[in-house]
């Protein structure tokens, strides 16, 4: 079973769960992270990390939010691996905990 990143990670972007994925099982796309199930090693350090509160374990993605797990394994398809933290977007803390936010998401970097 795998972790999965949701609607709350949109527009925030925090990448303090970067540093501690040991499979760097991270992607990277414009304004969200998704994580590949295959690459996931189930390790529970990710979503302790997060300050957004956006990661949970596959089984208990909330029911509102299952789109998600989905969304994880074929956007980590496209979307290149990111290993290293980067600062997050500027505005960040303004988005956190805005519900609803994947109207917002940007699945294409071009």
């Not at 992607?27 to 957004?52: H, K, R, S, T």
């Not at 993605?61 to 797990?69: A, D, G, H, L, N």
């Not at 691996?81 to 970097?109: C, F, M, Q, Y």
Request: glycine residues 2%; aromatic residues 8%.
């Amino acid at each position: 079973m795998a972790f999965v990143v949701t609607d709350n990670c949109i527009k925030c972007k925090y990448t303090d769960c970067v540093a501690v994925c040991p499979a760097d099982a991270f992607y990277e796309g414009p304004n969200f992270l998704a994580i590949n199930p295959d690459d996931c090693i189930d390790c529970d350090l990710c979503p302790v990390e997060c300050p957004a509160d956006a990661i949970f374990q596959e089984d208990e993605v909330p029911e509102s939010q299952k789109e998600f797990i989905e969304l994880n394994a074929e956007l980590s398809q496209v979307w290149p691996r990111i290993t290293e933290v980067k600062a997050p977007p500027t505005d960040a803390k303004e988005w956190d905990g805005v519900p609803n936010k994947i109207e917002h998401l940007i699945i294409d970097s071009q």
